[in-house]
């Protein structure tokens, strides 16, 4: 499984970002997708994440209401629409893959296949 993140960018605080995850494989429609972010000097965090067939989400209690993960499976891409964007949003946002059914969780380990990031700034 390849992914390949992008749309990640320079906004400032309060504006908005979608990033999207685009995914190799034929079997994407039974992939758990999940955003991880790194900030410099921090620990990589959860993010969100979303279950195979897009039924079922999860989110890091401190972006829940601002960012929107979603899926379409016939592109094979995950999205995150991130909106009321925050300086402390600013890390390098990663897209991973659990390569079966499963439900959507933070545990980082748990994904087998990783993206290679893409930055997202958000200035004060």
């Known amino acids: 499984v390849q992914l390949q993140a992008s749309g990640g960018g320079l906004v400032q605080a309060g504006g908005s970002l979608r990033l999207s995850c685009a995914a190799s494989?034929?079997?994407?429609?039974?992939?758990?997708i999940g955003w991880f972010r790194q900030a410099p000097g921090q620990e990589r965090e959860f993010v969100a994440a979303?279950?195979?067939?897009?039924?079922?989400?999860y989110y890091k209690d401190s972006v829940k209401g601002r960012f929107t993960i979603s899926r379409d499976n016939a592109k094979n891409s995950v999205y995150l629409q991130m909106n009321s964007l925050k300086p402390e949003d600013t890390a390098v946002y990663y897209c991973?893959?659990?390569?079966?059914?499963?439900?959507?969780?933070?545990?980082?380990?748990?994904?087998?296949?990783w993206g290679q990031g893409t930055l997202v700034t958000v200035s004060s």
């Open positions: 979303i279950s195979w067939s897009g039924g079922s989400t």
């Open positions: 991973a893959v659990i390569p079966s059914r499963s439900k959507p969780v933070a545990i980082a380990t748990m994904y087998d296949y």
């Open positions: 494989g034929r079997t994407f429609n039974i992939y758990t």
